[in-house]
Nanobody, 126 residues
């Protein structure tokens, strides 16, 4: 059984930081690119960041570039999203996802991802 479990969400004031974690089980973690997505009420799902397997190439949405950092620890089957300088517009449910393959690059196209976590809520107040 494949499972992705997110943690680390919560409520913070603008300018604060959070670190999200996503731990995978039931799959060979090294074979998957990993991505983070978010969705606010009434809005479509938005790709935030991803990291490829093997070479660890990364992508960031323009809205988070310079503030968020994605990383992975293959020994722990875990991908992280460090979020700094948080803004109210970052408020959303954040989802971890896994995509098989993709050695040299990654993309944040939701239809390309095979497995999804249940999400963790991030709320940023003014």
């Amino acid at each position: 059984e494949v499972q992705l479990v997110e943690s680390g969400g919560g409520s913070v004031q603008a300018g604060g930081s959070l670190r999200l974690s996503c731990t995978a089980s039931g799959l060979t973690f090294d074979d998957y690119a990993m991505g983070w997505f978010r969705q606010a009420p009434g809005k479509e799902r938005e790709g935030v960041s991803c990291i490829s397997r093997t070479v660890g190439a990364t992508y960031y949405a323009d809205s988070v570039k310079g503030r968020f950092t994605i990383s992975r620890d293959n020994a722990k089957n875990t991908v992280y999203l460090q979020m700094n300088s948080l803004k109210p517009e970052d408020t959303a449910m954040y989802y971890c996802a896994a995509r098989n393959g993709g050695m040299l690059h990654c993309e944040v196209l939701p239809d390309e991802y095979n497995y999804w976590g249940q999400g963790t809520q991030v709320t940023v107040s003014s």
